[in-house]
């Protein structure tokens, strides 16, 4: 199968499908397209979403119909596209891991024969590229988990998980940004607010943005949280270095 490939997705929406894998490279040509995209200022077009794989399109059928925007993302797809040069940031977030706060985290060290310590070494020991948001507002689909630590989701997921919740699910890691329902393991909690409908910007965290996960203890943890209703908490962040 060659990619990449244009499908109907709904009655206002197309999605350009650049593979069929979780990888960096993919990433960076949903991103160059993306851009290209935006560039190209296709009159109807009011919103793309990036996914792992691809980039969705939504589109007002009143101004451009699917037939035409088809031929212009053809005739733009034929064109090479090279992604801007970006610094690439890192958001550091605090978490507090096992105990009430990761119920899960000795479930995912006995998985793959490990200590907890040895898991929580290795979850916070890397920088995660956040590939896309979805199932709820701001939720963090990230990338670049070393397989080692790797767990299947729960047979039966949970009716409530809290907001902050930090969970493994497969190979992906990512963070719940509202007490909802869910399935992932769970091996740590954060106090940041990923959303907040209060704030200017309400969703924390956005595709394309990296995060690295620092260990805390459960008296940081309350500190923070106080910090964070008093408006005097901020994440702290710093450029990524090239490879």
Not at 43 to 53: Q, S
Not at 110 to 119: I, L, R, Y
Not at 197 to 202: C, E, G, K, L, V
Request: aromatic content about 8%; hydrophobic content about 35%; some cysteine.
């Amino acid at each position: 199968m060659s990619y990449p490939q244009i499908k109907i997705t709904g009655d206002t929406s197309v999605a350009v499908v650049f593979g069929n894998e979780i990888s960096t490279d993919i990433n960076t040509k949903i991103r160059a397209f993306d851009e290209a995209l935006a560039e190209e200022q296709i009159d109807g077009v009011y919103e793309t979403v990036p996914t792992y794989c691809s980039l969705t399109i939504h589109y007002a059928p009143e101004k451009i119909r699917y037939e035409a925007l088809q031929e212009r993302l053809e005739a733009l797809l034929a064109v090479s596209h090279k992604a801007q040069k970006l610094n690439t940031i890192v958001m550091e977030i605090p978490v507090v891991y096992g105990g009430e706060y990761g119920p899960d985290l000795e479930t995912v060290a006995a998985h793959n024969g490990m200590s907890t310590e040895d898991v929580i070494r290795i979850h916070s020991g890397a920088e995660y590229l956040i590939y896309m948001l979805g199932f709820t507002p701001g939720f963090s689909y990230m990338g670049g988990m070393d397989e080692s630590i790797a767990t299947p989701r729960l047979k039966t997921p949970r009716v409530l998980i809290p907001a902050g919740s930090v969970g493994i699910a497969g190979k992906q890691t990512g963070i719940y940004p509202i007490d909802s329902p869910g399935g992932w393991q769970l091996i740590g909690r954060t106090p940041v607010k990923l959303y907040d409908a209060r704030r200017d910007t309400p969703i924390l965290l956005d595709a394309g943005l990296h995060v690295k996960f620092i260990p805390i203890d459960e008296a940081e943890y309350k500190r923070i949280e106080t910090r964070i209703e008093q408006g005097r908490y901020h994440c702290h962040s710093y450029v990524k270095e090239e490879e």
